[in-house]
């Protein structure tokens, strides 16, 4: 993994890059403001007057297959920001009210990778195809159900019959869900029934395997709908390629305390492993909260339960291309980015306001990494 850190102006901007044997190059980038005093149509228009830039200037001509935008205030910004987006290439688009904890209205995630052909698929999932396979991304799948636990059934089922279009399975194609709570302390437990009930329908059990996750307060423009959801699938991967990621001495399954998916997932290509850390807080092998109340000590704990993550995986934190970190209160944001920026500063992330779904944990952090530790036997990305 390479990082650069640029800044135009008020906007800041990681770039971290990952080049293939093969020649192919991703890459992850966060945009960030550094002026809190600005208005939202004026942040708006240096996040995407930099993000042009910043792609025209990355070697590859490559192409968005996935962006996420950061709002401080969704049901007010996304009018405008939907306006603007209208004129951008497309791609899986994400939006969600998690602030950025430095004050600023908007934060932008973008994926990029070269050598792919993209489309929208039929089904609504935008394909980005590179050789046998077919990587698949939807964002903000939503509708207006009665509650949370009716909202995640039909959003699930939706995304199953895409899946099964796309001549896919939940089980054995779908490799990251993101799942954003409104108001999550409250409506997490109607979530967490109805993805359980879903899988054991899909043969998604504790003695199969679950979906690398996270589960997380985060608010859409419609306030009638409580749960929305992001989604990664690849279509062509076989069995063989995937790992399930534990790391038993630092965390326990998390079926043990109810709840369903896995704690990491990697999958190896012929050219690269892609590893996706789900939403990891302070917790033991025992399910417990370790440091309740010390925000600090849950930081460190959870950079190391996902440095023995990625452990499994033969990747380091070295190896992150891009992490978001969420804290559940506006008061942590500089001991955290402090403790961050000194213990690791070479890790790529952002920080943003958004309670994890325990109401004892006061920090949570998800991550990608990529390496080179590829397997000739499977096709390259």
């Known amino acids: 993994m390479n990082l650069i850190r640029k800044t135009y102006d008020t906007t800041e901007v ?8 093969k020649g192919i190059t991703e890459y992850h980038i966060f945009f960030q403001q550094t002026n809190c005093l600005e208005d939202f149509h ?10 042009a830039r910043s792609v025209e200037e990355l070697p ?25 987006e209208r004129l951008s290439p497309y791609c899986a688009l994400s939006i969600v009210q998690q602030a950025p904890m430095n004050g600023t209205k908007i934060a932008l995630w973008a994926w990029l990778q070269t050598g792919v052909q993209t489309q929208v ?112 699938a690849v279509s062509g991967i076989c069995p063989g390629q995937i790992r399930y990621l534990y790391a038993p001495e630092h965390l326990n399954r998390t079926y043990e305390y109810g709840v369903t998916f896995e704690r990491g997932t990697a999958v190896t290509y012929g050219d690269r492993r892609h590893v996706f850390i789900s939403g990891t ?47 559940r209160d506006t008061a942590d944001y500089a001991r955290v980015k402090r403790y961050i920026d000194e213990h690791h500063p070479s890790l790529p992330y952002i920080i943003v306001r958004a309670p994890v779904c325990r109401t004892g944990w006061l920090v949570e952090m998800e991550c990608t990494a990529v390496t080179a530790k590829g397997d000739e036997r499977f096709a390259a990305l």
């Open 42 to 51: 004026t942040q708006l228009q240096h996040i995407q007057d930099v993000y």
């Open 14 to 21: 990681q770039i971290t890059s990952f080049q293939s044997t």
């Open 60 to 84: 590859g001509n490559p192409v968005a297959i996935f962006r996420r935008y950061f709002l401080s205030d969704v049901t007010n910004q996304t009018d405008e920001l939907m306006k603007r």
């Open 281 to 327: 807080a302070s917790i033991d092998r025992y399910g417990e909260i370790v440091h309740a109340g010390d925000v600090i000590k849950q930081t460190s704990r959870m950079i190391e339960n996902i440095e023995a993550l990625l452990k499994e995986a033969d990747a380091t934190l070295n190896d992150i291309m891009q992490a978001v970190i969420y804290i």
């Open 121 to 232: 698929l039929s089904n609504g999932l935008f394909e980005a195809r590179h050789g046998a396979y077919g990587q698949l991304l939807g964002a903000n799948q939503c509708n207006r159900a009665a509650n949370s636990e009716y909202q995640t059934r039909l959003i699930f089922r939706d995304y199953i019959l895409q899946l099964t279009e796309a001549n896919c399975t939940l089980a054995a194609n779908c490799l990251r869900t993101w799942i954003f709570v409104q108001n999550v302390d409250v409506n997490y437990p109607g979530v967490v029934k109805a993805r359980k009930e879903v899988f054991a329908t899909q043969n998604l059990t504790e003695e199969t395997h679950f979906i690398a996750s996270t589960g997380i307060e985060g608010r859409y423009f419609d306030p009638m709908v409580f749960v929305t959801m992001d989604t990664y």
